[in-house]
């Protein structure tokens, strides 16, 4: 066991400051891009979800399109807190 904490303590005492490699901007500007054109498409599933559920609660098929907003939203969710997942989790 005096191996294992030995070991966590190395491992804890090494100083991780990640810096972005010359040159990296335009992946950086993709990566922005790709959020970008992922919220759009967050909220445009929304609004579609929103569509569908108003149409069909006019047929009387009211919960059936539910799900399909749970997962537009649990998405929406991840895109919006995945800079900050990752960094939590490179921490």
Known sequence: MNIVMSLAATIGAVDVNPTAPPGSERV??????????????????????????????????????????????GGAILIGMASGLVAFLTS
């Open 28 to 73: 950086l500007d993709i990566i922005n891009w790709l959020a970008w054109a992922a919220m759009i498409a967050c909220v445009a599933g929304i609004i579609i979800t929103a569509i569908f559920m108003a149409l069909s609660h006019r047929r009387g098929e009211g919960g059936e399109h539910a799900s399909r907003l749970g997962w537009v939203m």
